[in-house]
């Protein structure tokens, strides 16, 4: 049994219970639908603040608290476990031309369904609330000026603990594979790192079990919060956007990815049932971070070798998040057509351009699609305070962009493992 193979198949399993429960992935569906109904019945109340939305809060300091360890120990084993630096470059190259491919034509799908749909034909600005969407415009202010030079930077780390505090993907990513291929370079003396890093990755995964059993405690305060900040009744004038928007994903997974899954010798609807579970609560948290752990892990046992799983799914969430440009494509132009503004198809072109570079590298960043957003729109004449009105009912199409997002980094695990041969 190889390292990896013991990471992903530990020995031991619980005992069974005598009391039969419901899967985990019916439990998170019953959690959220339990959140959207107190959510409901309770709205606008304060004791939902204090009592039920730290419920959500701490499922998600759990789930932060094992991602750096899981990606590190995970990464260093497969790239230690590799040793071929050539191997490794030609993996990055091929990992990112893919991701780059993949992404524009998410924003191209997103462009095309807003042109034939028009969602925002029609609607009356004066009916529409508005939301404060302040918190977002210091992050803009960094992303506004967000170069690919700056990107590059970033990647390497000047202070590793400083990164790993601040769970800066790209500098650990980096990092990891550096040491990984020092430890590489010592031959049978670097075994026993190899060794002691599979066994913190295993550990790590034990933790992420245990944490997975109180997800739909999470689900339920996230959800209750959600629905009762903003209701129900925000969806009602916008439903047309959200509806292009669910079109819209929906499409591109079962037509892009899954031509994209034919391709590789494999059906799209396979992917979706072996990560049912983390697709749920993806979709319930609007987090794609909350199953990173579980996506290395399953993607693994479906047969993607170690060191491309533990380096392709940990990089595409920064490089690769298709629900995202595809939503963000579809807000600005639902947005040109709030105000009435005709964008040509240069300007179009533009956006495209705009978005392909500021979405790169930045999936650190607090809402990081209003964010891209909110730097993107002035290089097309949009009024960026349109997303106040669309700030209301972003949370539900987060919900499915970060689904999308969740199925497309799994995807490329098995595209660039198949076009390595």
Do not use: C
Not at 90 to 104: A, D, M, P, Q, V
Not at 247 to 258: C, E, H, N, P, R
Not at 372 to 400: C, K, Y
């Amino acid at each position: 049994m190889t390292d990896m193979d013991a990471i992903v198949n530990p020995q031991g399993s619980p005992k069974k219970s005598l009391i039969r429960l419901p899967s985990l992935a019916w439990q998170i569906v019953m959690g959220l639908l339990a959140g959207v109904f107190v959510g409901w019945m309770f709205a606008g109340q304060d004791w939902i603040g204090v009592w039920i939305a730290p419920l959500g809060d701490i499922f998600l300091r759990l789930i932060k608290m094992i991602v750096v360890p899981i990606v590190v120990s995970t990464l260093i084993v497969g790239v230690a476990g590799t040793g071929d630096i050539k191997a490794l470059g030609r993996l990055g190259g091929k990992t990112l031309l893919y991701f780059e491919f993949i992404t524009s034509f998410a924003i191209l799908v997103g462009l095309l369904f807003v042109d034939i749909l028009q969602p925002g034909k029609g609607i009356v600005l004066s009916g529409l609330t508005k939301t404060d969407i302040s918190g977002y415009v210091a992050s803009e202010q960094t992303v506004s000026h967000h170069s690919f030079t700056d990107t590059l930077l970033h990647i390497v780390p000047t202070n590793i603990f400083d990164a790993l505090a601040k769970g800066d993907m790209l500098a650990i990513i980096f990092f990891s594979v550096m040491f990984g291929l020092g430890i590489a370079s010592l031959g049978e003396k670097g075994k026993p790192l190899v060794h002691i890093f599979s066994q913190v990755a295993e550990s790590m995964f034990w933790v992420t079990r245990v944490i997975m059993q109180v997800a739909p405690i999470g689900v339920f305060g996230l959800m209750t919060v959600a629905v009762s900040k903003f209701g129900l009744a925000a969806l009602i004038p916008l439903a047309k956007l959200v509806g292009v928007v669910y079109l819209a994903m929906f499409t591109f997974v079962f037509v892009i990815f899954g031509a994209i899954a034919r391709w590789v010798g494999i059906r799209i609807i396979d992917i979706i049932k072996l990560l049912r579970e983390e697709l749920i609560l993806a979709y319930s948290t609007a987090s794609s971070e909350t199953v990173l752990p579980r996506l290395i892990q399953k993607m693994h046992g479906f047969g993607v070798p170690k060191h491309i799983v533990a380096f392709v799914i940990p990089t595409g969430y920064s490089f690769n998040l298709d629900g995202s440009t595809l939503y963000q494509s579809i807000a600005a132009l639902f947005l040109a057509q709030l105000y009435g503004i005709d964008l040509s198809l240069g300007q179009q072109v533009t956006l495209v351009s705009v978005l392909m570079l500021t979405s790169k590298g930045i999936a650190g960043v607090p809402g990081v699609s209003f964010v891209v957003l909110l730097a993107t729109l002035g290089s097309v004449g949009i009024p960026a305070e349109g997303l106040a009105f669309i700030a209301g009912i972003d949370r539900i199409m987060d919900m499915a962009r970060t689904a999308v997002n969740v199925i497309g980094n799994a995807l490329a695990s098995v595209v660039i493992s198949r076009w390595e041969g």
